[in-house]
């Protein structure tokens, strides 16, 4: 065996890298479009701000049993760990497989896309020469996050703290400009009211928490996981809920609410609304979403190619990506295969479209993980978690629920293409699975 097959991960990462690699992930590009989603979909500032709120308070079941599960199984791969110890190889490697192909160098290059967008604000850039500033992007932070976990897990902790800086000082600065007229108007004409509108617009604020349980990929890495990762993960998911209600905050108090749920850039005209900002609103707004789309952007590249890892170290995927660099210790082979197929990608078309097409499956995959709680607890011998979450199977059945409610409103809204997604799903990756558990198999049987 080589030295970079022999060589393990080590445990680096402390409490602020995990924190910065969830709250990092999860403050992305969504956020400066949702603000005005789930202002159509409330109707009323205050049903804007309670959204923000109640959808940050359900997401905490969500993290704590990823908190229960990671520290029960506290190895790099998340999902697929997960399920691999339900007992579902099957429903393991299709975790991995649709991860690879479906969501996560997409992920990337739509990010590095979009950062290269607002740099050609400024810079006048466009076409391909924006495709080519996409690849540059990518290349610079797979050398970062390839070279060094300590290195690459301080950069991600310092982009984070800067992500989050532009929108402490909008929300800092435009609380001395806010309306309480605006925040307490009535809803706007036509809109829905009642308890409908709020469920909506709750729903509406699903993807700005995607991603919180990022940090459950590096599990292997985390240094004293007992208490990092619980304390990371609700750490997450307060820190993202503050800032988002706060933000919502300023917003609704900044903007009419027609103007709001109308707006295509709501931080953008939020912003403009501030004396001290005014018309340099979009200059203001693109270097927000740059810093913050980087730190997201940093942040997938770091974490992502890790279940790939995980996959191969079990012999479900091909053995290289399983190969960790012997001086730099991180899993050299994943990150630059994931990087390479998302610099395909940025060249190909409607990259956007194709992610769409995978949303059901990944909240089909989300849903199924939180079941896993069930399964693993009921097991008599193998699942010890160093930190079991209060309430366990009700938390996990909330979990369950609000994930549910999302699947059933994709479905509605995109049927076909879920259904096509799931056929293509499980139509390749079964075979594939069924060919290297066979081959394993083979190999075990041949050694002995």
């Known amino acids: ?54 959808g940050g308070i359900i997401n905490i079941p969500a993290n704590l049993c990823y908190a229960e599960l990671a520290t029960a199984y506290p190895e790099d791969g998340g999902q697929y760990i997960y399920f691999r110890e339900a007992g579902s190889r099957p429903m393991a490697f299709l975790c991995g497989w649709i991860s690879f192909w479906a969501t996560d160098p997409p992920s990337i ?94 729903s509406a604020t699903t993807w700005s928490y995607d991603g919180m349980g990022a940090v459950c990929y590096m599990a292997g890495e985390i240094k004293e996981p007992k208490k990092t ?23 609704t108090g900044l903007l009419p609410m027609d103007i709001l749920a109308g707006s295509e850039a709501p931080v953008a005209e939020a912003a403009s609304r501030i004396p001290l900002i005014g018309s340099a609103a979009g200059v203001v707004t693109a270097i927000m979403a740059i810093v913050v789309i980087i730190g997201s952007l940093s942040s997938c590249i770091m974490f992502q190619p890790r279940i790939e890892y995980a996959m191969a170290k079990d012999g479900l995927f091909f053995k290289s990506f399983a190969k960790v660099h012997p001086k730099w210790e991180t899993p050299y082979f994943s990150i630059l295969i994931q990087c390479g197929v998302a610099i395909v990608l940025i060249f190909a078309a409607n990259i956007s479209e194709l992610l769409g097409y995978f949303t059901l499956v990944a909240l089909v995959k989300n849903f199924l993980t939180f079941g896993t709680i069930f399964v693993l607890r009921r097991k008599k011998e193998g699942y010890n978690p160093m930190w079991k979450m209060p309430a366990g199977y009700i938390m996990a059945g909330i979990a369950m629920l609000m994930t549910g409610t999302l699947i059933v409103s994709t479905f509605f809204w995109a049927p076909i293409a879920g259904i096509v997604c799931g056929i293509i799903a499980v139509g390749t990756g079964l075979p594939v699975y069924y060919y290297w558990n066979k081959k394993n198999n083979k190999d075990i049987n041949q050694a002995q």
């Open 109 to 202: 290059s739509i990010m590095a896309l979009a950062i290269a967008n607002y740099l050609g604000f400024f810079t006048g850039f466009s076409g391909l020469t924006l495709k080519f500033l996409a690849v540059g992007l990518v290349l610079i932070f797979m050398v970062v996050h390839l070279r060094s976990v300590e290195g690459g897990a301080a950069f991600q902790t310092i982009i984070t703290l800067f992500k989050i800086l532009p929108f402490a000082l909008l929300i800092g600065i435009g609380l001395f400009f806010i309306r309480g007229d605006f925040i307490f108007e009535p809803a706007i004409m036509g809109a829905p009211v009642g308890i409908m509108a709020l469920l909506a617009a709750v």
């Open 229 to 251: 990762l619980p304390r990371a993960l609700i750490a997450t998911v307060l820190v993202v809920s503050v800032l988002y209600v706060a933000l919502s905050f300023v917003a």
């Open 1 to 54: 065996m080589s030295n970079s097959q022999s060589t393990e991960l080590k445990r680096k990462l402390g409490l602020s890298a995990a924190v910065a690699i969830g709250v990092g992930t999860t403050v992305g590009s969504g956020i400066f479009s949702s603000l005005g989603e789930v202002a159509g979909a409330a109707g009323s500032a205050i049903f804007v701000i309670l959204a923000f709120l109640i």
